[in-house]
Every structure is written in structure tokens, then in C-alpha cells.
């Protein structure tokens, strides 16, 4: 299983940018999907994921009511869509993807198999 990011890039404070995450190889469309991101000089740290394929989201309480993570099974491809964007999101984000998690473990990057290889999205103030 391979996972690309992309859609990244350099945006004002305010404005709104969607990420891409494509998937190729053995996937399935059952499976956890999420992203994380990882600021400069900061741990990697949970941003939102959608439980296997039941439309449950779960979110970081700081992107909550600002991004939305959504999926397209026929695309095999899953988003973020990022509204409202603070200097402080900015980050390198990271696509996952887990094929067997619980509910409880949706924030714990130990627990997802496959992992893009990040975009890094800049938000000036």
C-alpha cells in the first residue's frame, strides 16, 4: 500500500487549502483513514481521522470546526479540507491509514500501518 499527499502549500491567515491523499496498491475501503502534522520544532500530532467506513470523524480540538476529513472510495483517495487556516497550522501533514484500530486509538500514530510521505503547508499571518 502506498499513500501520496499533496495540496499543500503557502496560504494566508484565513484562507482555505484541500488535501489530497491517494492511495494505491492493497487497500481497502473498510479501512481508518487520518492525518496528522508536525510543526516545526514540535511531535507529530493528530489532526483528524474517519473510522473505518462508517463516516465517524473524530478531530483535534484546534482544527474542529475548521477542517473536515472526507473520502472518495471510487477514487480511493481521502481529503482534509482546511478552512479558516491559522499561522499556527503551520505544519508538514501526513496521510494514514490503518487497517485493523479501535475507536479509542484513533489519535495514536503507533497504531496506523501506512503513512504519505507529508505536504507541508505554510499559513502566514
Known amino acids: 500500500v502506498q499513500l501520496q499527499a499533496s495540496g499543500g502549500g503557502l496560504v494566508q491567515a484565513g484562507d482555505s487549502l484541500r488535501l489530497s491523499c491517494a492511495a494505491s496498491?492493497?487497500?481497502?475501503?473498510?479501512?481508518?483513514v487520518g492525518w496528522f502534522r508536525r510543526a516545526p520544532g514540535k511531535e507529530r500530532e493528530f489532526v483528524a481521522a474517519e473510522f473505518r467506513n462508517y463516516g465517524r470523524t473524530f478531530y483535534a480540538d484546534s482544527v474542529k470546526g475548521r477542517f473536515t476529513i472526507s473520502r472518495d472510495n471510487a477514487k480511493k483517495t481521502f481529503y482534509l479540507q482546511m478552512n479558516s487556516l491559522k499561522p499556527e497550522d503551520t505544519a508538514v501533514y501526513f496521510c494514514?491509514?490503518?487497517?485493523?484500530?479501535?475507536?479509542?486509538?484513533?489519535?495514536?500514530?503507533?497504531?496506523?500501518?501506512?503513512w504519505g510521505q507529508g505536504t507541508l503547508v505554510t499559513v502566514s499571518s
Open positions: 496498491g492493497r487497500t481497502e475501503t473498510s479501512w481508518t
Open positions: 494514514a491509514s490503518a487497517s485493523r484500530i479501535i475507536y479509542s486509538q484513533l489519535t495514536n500514530c503507533d497504531q496506523y500501518d501506512y
